[in-house]
Structures are given as C-alpha cells and as structure tokens.
C-alpha cells in the first residue's frame, strides 16, 4: 500500500511547495521512492518535461528533490493567469483553452476524474507519494468547488500536516482560526501542525505552542526556522515581487549590473538564478513606479502577456528608456521568450489569442515580426540548439513555452540560436533566437540559457569586455560560480526541516493511515 502524506497552508506563500521538496528529499534520503503530486497549480512558473508536456515549475523542483524525473502526474492541472480573471488552462500539460473563473469553476468536476487517475498511477510507481494543497482549506466560498485542498484529501484518504507562516505575524490566529472553519471530517483528517520561518529565540516560542496544542488538540510537529542561505525556485511572481524588487543599491567598481524588467505577467523567472548567484554580478528586478538606473546589462524575462506588458512597458516609460540605453552603446539588452517578441518591430495578434488588442508596435529592436495564430500550437519542448554568436559559438540546452511565431526579414538579422531537437528527436534547424547587427540585443525563445555554464560564462565576460574589466578565464569562472549545485541545497534543506521536526512522529502519522487503508 503507498503511502501519502498532504501540506496545506493556512494561505498563499506560506512555503508549502518547500516543505513538500524537502519531505520529498528527507524520505528518498531514506531509501524511499518518492513523488511529488497537485491536483492544481496556478503559477506562471513552469516546466516542460521530458515528452513536452508543462507542469508548475514547483513541482519540477519537488520531483528533482526526490531524484526523479518530472512527469505530468505530478501537476495535472496548471493556471496560469493572463488577467485578474482568466488563465490559459493546461490538463495533463497540454493548453485547452483560455478560461474565466466562472467557466473554470464549472468545469472542475471533469477535472476530478483525472487527477484521480494521475494520482494512482504515481501511486503504483512509489512508495510514498507528498501532496500538496494550495492557498487555503478554509476559503468557504470556495469548498463547493474545491479539486485542491480537503476535497483531495479525503478523495485520497491523505493525513495533512497543517502548515503556518510566523514571520507573517499572527500565526496562531491563522491555525485556530482555518481549523475552526473545517468541517469536522476535514478536521480530523489534520494529524499535526507545522509553524514555517521562525526567527527568534524557541524558549520563547514555546508557551504559545503548548497554548496552541492545548487549543487544537494537534500536535505541533515541528518549528522550521527561517532561512536565506539555501537556494529554492520560488513558485510565483508574488514572491519575486516581496523578495527581490528592491531600490538601486551601491555598486562594486568590478561588478556587471544587471537590471530585470518587473513585468506584471512575469512568468519563469526561475531563468535568472543562476545570473543572481554569480560574486560579482549585482541584480535587481525593476518594480513598478521605479527607475532604470545605468546597468550594464537590461532584461525582458518571459511574460504570459507579452502584449499586455509591452503595452505596460510603454504606458510607464520603460519601453523608450530601453530604447534609448541600447542604442546610446550603453547596455545590453537581453529578451526571454515574451521579452524576444518585444524586441521586434511589431507584435499581431488577429485572433484574440493573447490579447484584445490585435497589433502593437514593438520595441523595434531587432527587424521582424512576432504572429500570434490560433490554429498554431503552443510549442512545449526540451530543446537542444547552437549559439552562434561573436562571443559564443556551442551547444546549449534549455526549454520553450511560448505561444506565437517570429519572422525574420531575409537577410536582415543573424539568426544567432539555431534549435535542432525537441523533446528527444532531431529536427529541421530551426530559428530559436536573434541578434542584432551591433551585438547589443540579443533575444531568444530558449528559457534556462543562463544554465549552461559556458554560455553564461561567456555572455559575462562579453559584457565585461564592453565595460572595461578584466575578462575571466573558464577556470577562473569556474571558481567564482559553477552555476547552482541543486544537489547540495536540496541536501542542505532537508538538513534543516529534518533537524527542526519530528520525523518520528511524521512517519507514524503516514504508517499509521495507511494501515488503516489495508482494513478498508
């Protein structure tokens, strides 16, 4: 019988994706086949697998915790938002279609059947399977409806471990306050409590854990204190907005300063990582309202509305304060899938695919022209390709998520990313990216190129050469930053969640439910 264990979270951005990444790396440390499982993920973040399928990034991050390769199982239905009221709807990693909250809420118990399915398939393939809940159990107006939260939890009989955020401030309020509004079956399904992100002294803590037991009649489980010093994909743009927008800092003399346009759709953004974690590189995302300072380097991440955020991009003054830095030699400018397209000349979207509005004009960067057609397919690929480029010419890997095609006029632009596999198979070459004639705009479909240590490595000294500092050497960048040991954080994260709650009494939950089941 395979086990299961479930996280919810008092509300949104509580951590429960990294709790659930390190159960998953602490039971596959324990000799355990392990997956990670969402019934529905709404994020902007995401991950094609192997066959080209897309799921939440957070749950690519979760499978790679347990050392097993993404699947679409994992995350059978992913939202990601293109207004206040609409998201692309993607089941079983494949898009079906744009939806407003209300039709999506009504088309939720077709969906029910195939998480189902999902579901009992990693169950056939594991040992233990986490899952984890989404934003709130305790939204009343929602629990009709609800395929992400109690309603799986009892589908699939899973003890939950109830997770609070403290450095939010009134955590005890939250954990009464959501098991008050449980329905006794759903309540009892609740085993224990966690509290996230404590800063402080314990002994402190500890009367109030003693009251909040004594309260709710759950144990607390465990306290996880809060950290910085481990890297983990954040799962959604609110959490980039908290944590990295932030005012132009004081800058090294031999630091590259680069500069990340805040896009309202930002979307993968998981992209630049690994640029972050380079010692003298200096990064900052631009928020709304603030000013492009004078860095060496501009990006334009992903977007899940490209026309949208050009057209955001131009109604703030960003688009011509780009313009005008690139052109000026100033900087570099450097477009990721929905940032590429904004480069163009214009952008047409006749069917209503992206936007309502049809055309816009683009930055007018690079000469070409970005279409998006409802009949086209939404490219979801694993892809390998050469960069051909006057400070890098290789092999790299990555992936695309991207909606709408760019044409190029014949001759005009050098194709500088040439794709020749998708998802495991050879195909025609095929244009995967561009630069301009000067080498000061670069832009292409490929998300995670920053991964490829060589070309990173390359790009950072092609932008040191413009500003005059010394180049480094492939094992002097080795030294500085060899990009990120995924590895070694999920290590160290499990170190850290295994050592501040009781496994003990985690395993006996999950042992202890599913001897249970073996009677039913």
């Excluded at 077709?110 to 305790?138: H, M, Q, Y």
């Excluded at 899973?158 to 005890?172: E, H, M, N, R, T």
């Excluded at 954990?175 to 314990?202: C, H, P, Q, S, Y």
């Excluded at 509305?305 to 003054?317: A, H, Q, V």
Aim: charge should be negative; hydrophobic fraction near 40%.
């Amino acid at each position: 019988m395979t086990k299961k264990i479930m996280v919810q979270g008092t509300g949104s951005g509580v951590g429960k994706s990294v709790i659930v990444a390190a159960l998953c790396r602490i039971f596959t440390q324990d000799g355990y086949k392990v997956a990670p499982f969402k019934s529905q993920n709404m994020a902007l973040n995401s991950y094609v697998t192997k066959d080209g399928l897309e799921i939440g990034r957070a749950q690519a991050f979760q499978a790679f915790a347990a050392r097993k390769e993404p699947t679409v199982e994992m995350n059978p239905i992913l939202l990601k938002p293109t207004s206040d009221t609409g998201a692309q709807v993607i089941v079983r990693g494949k898009p079906i279609g744009n939806m407003t909250a209300k039709e999506y809420h009504e088309y939720k118990p077709t969906a029910l059947n195939l998480i189902k399915d999902c579901f009992e398939k990693l169950e056939r393939e594991n040992d233990i399977v986490v899952i984890e809940g989404a934003g709130s159990p305790a939204e009343v107006n929602l629990r009709e409806n609800d395929i992400v939260n109690m309603c799986i939890a009892k589908l699939l009989n899973a003890p939950v471990l109830l997770l609070g955020d403290i450095d939010k401030g009134g955590v005890f309020a939250w954990i009464v306050g959501t098991l008050e509004l449980l329905e006794v079956e759903e309540k009892a399904l609740v085993k224990g409590i966690l509290i996230n992100k404590f800063r402080g002294d314990l002994d402190i803590l500890t009367p109030g854990l003693e009251f909040l037991e004594r309260r709710v009649g759950k144990p607390v489980l465990g306290v996880i204190p809060y950290f910085q010093d481990i890297k983990v994909q954040e799962e959604d743009s609110l959490s980039v907005e908290k944590g990295k927008i932030r005012t132009a800092g004081k800058v090294e003399e031999n630091e590259i300063t680069i500069e990340v346009v805040y896009l309202p759709h930002i979307s993968n953004f998981t992209d630049l990582d690994v640029l972050e974690a380079e010692n003298d590189v200096s990064m900052r995302y631009v928020g709304k309202g603030e000013k492009i300072g004078e860095p060496d380097v501009i990006i334009i991440p992903g977007s899940k509305n490209t026309i949208g955020d050009l057209s955001y991009l131009k109604e703030k003054g960003y688009a011509l304060d780009i313009v005008e830095k690139v052109r000026s030699g100033k900087c570099v400018v450097f477009g990721i899938c929905g940032g590429y397209q904004m480069l163009c000349n214009s952008l047409i979207d006749p069917e209503g695919v992206e936007s309502k509005l049809r055309e816009i004009e683009g930055l007018d960067l690079l000469p070409a022209t970005t279409i998006f057609e409802s009949h086209a397919q939404k490219m979801t690929n694993q892809v390998r390709a050469i960069a051909d480029l006057e400070f890098y010419k290789g092999e790299i890997a990555g992936y695309e998520i991207h909606m709408g095609r760019t044409y190029f006029s014949n001759g005009v632009t050098k194709n500088a990313f040439t794709i020749f596999e998708r998802s495991g198979e050879k195909v025609p070459d095929d244009e995967g990216g561009a630069v301009s004639s000067d080498g000061n705009v670069i832009g292409t479909y490929i998300h995670g190129i920053f991964d490829n240590d060589g070309f990173r490595h390359a790009f950072l000294n092609h932008v040191r050469r413009k500003k005059g500092l010394p180049l480094l050497s492939a094992d002097e960048n080795k030294s500085e930053c060899n990009g990120i040991d995924w590895d070694t954080e999920y290590n160290k994260l499990a170190d850290l969640v295994r050592s501040n709650i009781d496994m003990s009494k985690v395993y006996g939950i999950i042992n202890e439910k599913a001897k249970l089941d073996e009677h039913v």
